[in-house]
């Protein structure tokens, strides 16, 4: 049982807090600057507009800067092995691919082709009765925002051939 634990690869705890600190290091620093060249200071009138958010990413800063150190005196665990990225990369990516597919075919088209892609290749459903599925959800979101709430959502082209 151990043997197989130490078989494993993936990516330290240690590597993930040291990206991460870093990261927020980083936008620390440009939200200081950003807001510091807005004025950060104290005016006749009050707070000028940077005050409070400049002192936020001076707090920022501090906890990035302490969690870096922390992370380099950690000891060094596994965080995520290889085969659990590729599992939440599965679901991650057609995530990101469906997000982004609004902007152009609209929020009904993305999720219906999320939904039966997704069925089909994770879920191993057959292709009608993912389309299907994925159909009857579009008509039902489509019918409770569009008609009873009345909230507009992401519309893409094939709405706009339809007239809705």
Same mark, same amino acid.
């Given at each position: ?40 200071? $104290?005016?006749?009138?009050? &707070? ?7 002192? !936020? ?11 870096? $150190? ?14 659990? +990225? ?5 679901? @991650? ?11 152009? @075919? ?6 219906? +082709? ?6 089909? $290749? !994770? ?24 008609? $009873?709430?009345?909230? &507009? ?7 706009? @051939? @339809?007239?809705?």
């Amino acid at each position: 049982m151990e043997e197989d634990v130490q078989a494993e690869r993936g990516i330290s705890r240690r590597t993930v807090e040291l990206v991460v600190a870093s990261i927020f290091l980083l936008l620390s620093v440009v939200a200081f600057y950003d807001n510091y060249t807005r004025g950060a200071g $104290w005016a006749s009138d009050g &707070p000028q507009s940077g005050y409070f958010p400049a002192r !936020l990413a001076v707090i920022m800063f501090l906890g990035s800067v302490f969690t870096f $150190w922390v992370a380099l005196r950690a000891k060094t665990e596994m965080f995520v092995t290889y085969e659990q +990225l590729i599992r939440i990369s599965k679901v @991650l990516i057609p995530l990101i691919i469906f997000t982004i597919g609004i902007e152009w @075919l609209g929020i009904y088209l993305s999720s219906a +082709l999320f939904l039966a892609l997704f069925m089909i $290749w !994770l879920g191993e459903f057959g292709v009608i009765r993912s389309c299907a599925s994925a159909f009857a959800f579009v008509i039902v979101t489509f019918v409770i925002f569009e008609k $009873w709430f009345q909230v &507009p959502l992401p519309k893409g082209p094939v709405e706009a @051939l @339809l007239g809705l």
